[in-house]
């Protein structure tokens, strides 16, 4: 499913087609949750503009992502890249827990912190390739 393609045609979707709607939910929702990062995004996109007249779908969301952050947690890149996609399009939710996603989680255990000392790079190479990143350096990256 192309998630930039449906997020620029589905706006509305639950008011024309409560039904369809309806069954894209779960999915969606999953996929910001389990999906890459670009994928989470997008997804978070797409929840924005089907449900753009509930924004609980988009509370239910960020509840159950930061409920997910974690340092060690395996797709903590997608899990911050949804958050911060929430963040940029619909604000006023994202402020009830920006506190606690900002401060008490990405400066206090994200970016002060250097979890991957072993990334396998030499320390001469200043580039590299996004994929032989650690996931601590995306992680802060996507942040």
């Given at each position: 499913?192309d998630?930039?393609i449906l997020?620029k045609?589905?706006?509305?979707l639950?008011?024309k087609?409560?039904?369809?709607a309806?069954?894209?939910q779960?999915q969606?929702?999953?996929?910001a ?13 797409v929840?924005h ?6 924004p ?10 930061v409920?997910l ?14 958050i ?8 006023k939710?994202f402020?009830?827990?920006s506190?606690?996603?900002v401060r ?5 255990e994200?970016?002060?912190q ?22 601590d350096?995306r ?5």
């Amino acid at each position: 499913m192309d998630l930039k393609i449906l997020a620029k045609t589905a706006q509305g979707l639950d008011k024309k087609h409560a039904s369809v709607a309806g069954c894209l939910q779960p999915q969606l929702l999953k996929i910001a949750k389990e999906g890459t990062p670009k994928q989470a995004k997008q997804a978070v996109q797409v929840i924005h503009a089907v449900y753009q007249d509930s924004p609980k779908v988009l509370e239910r969301l960020l509840e159950s992502i930061v409920g997910l952050l974690d340092p060690s947690h395996p797709n903590l890149p997608s899990i911050v890249k949804a958050i911060a996609q929430i963040a940029k399009v619909a604000p006023k939710i994202f402020e009830e827990f920006s506190r606690d996603v900002v401060r008490d989680f990405l400066l206090s255990e994200i970016l002060t912190q250097d979890r991957d000392q072993e990334d396998g790079l030499v320390e001469d190479d200043y580039w590299c390739e996004q994929e032989e990143l650690s996931k601590d350096a995306r992680v802060k990256i996507e942040g």
